[in-house]
């Protein structure tokens, strides 16, 4: 089974310009996630989909960030304009309800990372 | 708000030991708990996963407990390689358990050959 694919891995930008990227989740995973690692922290989650709706973008900085997930399956995550706090790794990750014991449980599986350096 | 603190924050130990790292959460209502190991470049892969109502799951060399009235958990490693050596992180998820994650900072993990 394909994993969730990420594209660029690296990519280096000048403060001010924009960038995209993008994420593939696992075929059939009905929601996605959109996290930012700074250097030395763990994840913080940008947003999450379900299909191709919006669940929770409370922690996206909306002035610059935004997400879309077109027909509930890829997702492109876009800076515009870009700071240099925002250099970090921007993680994918989808998930897939499974059944335990009558509970549902959602893990997430996630991508290799875009690495975002701004200089 | 829910804040997880992962302690310590590096660890270097020789190869054949037994190690357990710490992570405590605030918000004790949690839905499950997960352990992710991260290895440099790469993404975050998944070791265990807690539910709730669970105190602990086992895979391999790995035991994780979980004791949600207190706050906290611990990842247990047996016979420690120098392939165990990666960033380990602590996250949960509040809610009905499709909620983001919550991570901790991770503990770095260097095991000497």
């Known amino acids: 089974e394909a994993g969730v694919a990420q594209s660029p891995r690296y990519k280096i930008i000048e403060k001010r310009q924009s960038v995209a990227f993008w994420c593939n989740p696992i075929?059939?995973?009905?929601?996605l996630y959109w996290y930012q690692q700074i250097l030395g922290q763990g994840p913080k989650l940008l947003i999450q989909?379900?299909?191709?709706?919006?669940?929770?973008d409370s922690q996206l900085p909306k002035d610059r960030f935004s997400a879309e997930r077109l027909k509930g399956v890829d997702s492109t995550l876009k800076i515009q304009p870009a700071k240099l706090e925002d250099s970090a790794v921007y993680l994918c990750?989808?998930?897939?309800?499974?059944?335990?014991?009558?509970?549902?449980?959602?893990?997430?599986?996630f991508g290799p990372g875009t690495r975002l350096t701004v200089t | 708000k829910q804040e997880v603190t992962q302690i310590p924050a590096a660890l270097s130990v020789p190869e054949g030991e037994n190690l357990v790292l710490n992570c405590s959460f605030t918000?004790?209502?949690?839905?499950?708990l997960q352990w992710f190991r991260q290895d440099p470049g790469k993404g975050l892969t998944s070791l265990l996963l807690?539910?709730?109502?669970?105190r602990e799951q086992t895979s391999g060399r790995l035991n994780a407990s979980l004791d949600k009235s207190s706050g906290r958990s611990t990842l247990y490693i047996a016979a420690s390689q120098p392939g165990d050596s990666a960033t380990y992180l602590c996250?949960?998820?509040?809610?009905?358990?499709?909620?983001?994650?919550?991570f901790g900072k991770g503990t770095h993990l260097i095991i000497q050959p």
């Open positions: 990750a989808s998930s897939l309800h499974v059944s335990i014991r009558g509970r549902l449980f959602y893990e997430q599986y």
């Open positions: 807690i539910q709730s109502s669970q």
């Open positions: 989909f379900q299909n191709n709706g919006v669940v929770d």
């Open positions: 996250a949960v998820t509040l809610g009905g358990g499709a909620d983001g994650l919550t």
């Open positions: 075929s059939g995973h009905a929601t």
């Open positions: 918000d004790s209502a949690i839905y499950n």
